[in-house]
């Protein structure tokens, strides 16, 4: 079985940037679909983007449209999830992860996560 590593979490105030990164091994991030959900205490998973392989195509919840952005290195075998215009709302665990399922907070395989913290 393969494993995901996030990195790039931290804590930025409100209207800050980060950018998430996933080094995968034992996983082609190029042949599978792969994506990103965040979780915070006490609140239900939820869905942040996914990217599908071959197409390159890409997917978002409404509420980071248009301030998030997954891409992929194929050649590092890394995913990523730039997040810009950050709102305290973001505040939660953000886990990569791949095999995507039917909608776009199902996952088969995820990492341990990586803590986003934006202060007002």
């Known amino acids: 079985q393969g494993q995901l590593v996030e990195s790039g979490g931290g804590s930025v105030q409100a209207g800050g940037s980060l950018r998430l990164s996933c080094a995968a091994s034992g996983y082609d991030v190029s042949s599978h679909c792969m994506g990103w959900f965040r979780q915070a205490p006490g609140k239900a998973r939820e869905g942040v983007a996914r990217?599908?392989?071959?197409?390159?195509?890409?997917a978002y919840t409404d509420f980071v449209k248009g301030r998030f952005a997954i891409s992929q290195d194929n050649a590092k075998n890394t995913l990523y999830l730039q997040m810009n215009s950050l709102k305290p709302e973001d505040t939660a665990m953000y886990f990569c992860?791949?095999?995507?399922?039917?909608?776009?907070?199902?996952?088969?395989?995820w990492g341990q996560g990586t803590q986003v913290t934006v202060s007002s």
């Open positions: 990217i599908f392989p071959d197409t390159g195509n890409t």
């Open positions: 992860a791949a095999d995507c399922g039917a909608s776009i907070i199902d996952f088969n395989y």
